[in-house]
């Protein structure tokens, strides 16, 4: 009687067991996605965004087998994915656990050639599972711009509306040297450039909205664009004389 009991219980357990080691195949199968759009905020040419994230959840008590989780620009697509590790724009045959899950991240590079005003990149990525396709779409603003790094200001000049000017490194203006920027102007500073002035800085902004010069760290994403202290901010050194700032916003500096 007990060798009987052992051996009804046994098959119970090895039931249940290989019916969590075998895949769910079933087009009623359900999966749960993180997000279902990643947004990036402008993003520079020349420097790309963030990595941004999302998982792909099975919600089945089996293993489940995703056919294909597809960057659907392909390899010419500005973003770049990486799935549960591996770098692809398409990966075939992922197996998750039962209530279990696999990340998907995500960046996004911008042409520099595209332009001199926003503009709007989209793609998306096609989760396919059993018959079924889902999708996340992305999209980010981006934008061409000036770049400066590790720049001296060795001579007078003046900084125009015509794209925005991205410092990294540092930016230095030479003693006697005189920087201008007129109404308009957005000056977006990196997290390790400190703007130096031994010379003169005359920022010309001007009162209405459109026409404020803005001084602001260059992670634009959430939640880091209100951050406190996102960049080194603005020195005027000993040797400095005759500056102006007229509607200057200098912002989380």
Not at 89 to 113: C, K, L, R
Request: charged content about 20%; hydrophobic content about 40%; some cysteine.
């Amino acid at each position: 009687m007990k060798t009987a009991l052992f051996f009804t219980l046994s098959s119970i357990i090895l039931l249940v067991a290989c019916k969590k080691d075998s895949f769910i195949t079933s087009p009623d199968a359900t999966i749960g996605i993180s997000a279902d759009t990643l947004h990036y905020d402008t993003v520079f040419t020349e420097v790309g965004s963030v990595t941004q994230s999302f998982k792909i959840i099975n919600n089945n008590d089996r293993k489940l087998m995703l056919s294909s989780v597809k960057l659907m620009g392909g390899a010419s697509s500005p973003y770049k994915m990486n799935v549960d590790g591996i770098a692809t724009h398409e990966a075939i045959g992922i197996e998750i656990a039962a209530n279990d899950s696999v990340y998907v991240f995500v960046q996004v590079n911008v042409d520099p050639a595209a332009g001199n005003i926003p503009f709007i990149i989209r793609d998306s990525i096609q989760i396919q599972f059993n018959g079924n396709d889902r999708l996340v779409q992305l999209e980010a603003w981006g934008q061409n711009a000036h770049f400066l790094r590790d720049e001296t200001i060795s001579a007078d000049v003046t900084w125009t509306n015509d794209l925005p000017y991205v410092i990294q490194g540092y930016l230095y203006v030479e003693d006697g040297q005189i920087l201008t920027i007129e109404k308009g102007c957005r000056i977006y500073v990196h997290a390790d450039a400190p703007i130096v002035v031994d010379g003169t800085l005359k920022v010309k902004g001007e009162k209405d909205t459109m026409d404020r010069v803005y001084f602001r760290g260059d992670r634009l994403d959430e939640p880091y664009k209100d951050f406190p202290a996102a960049w080194p901010g603005i020195y005027f050194r000993a040797p400095s004389r005759d500056n102006i700032l007229t509607f200057a916003v200098i912002k989380n500096s």
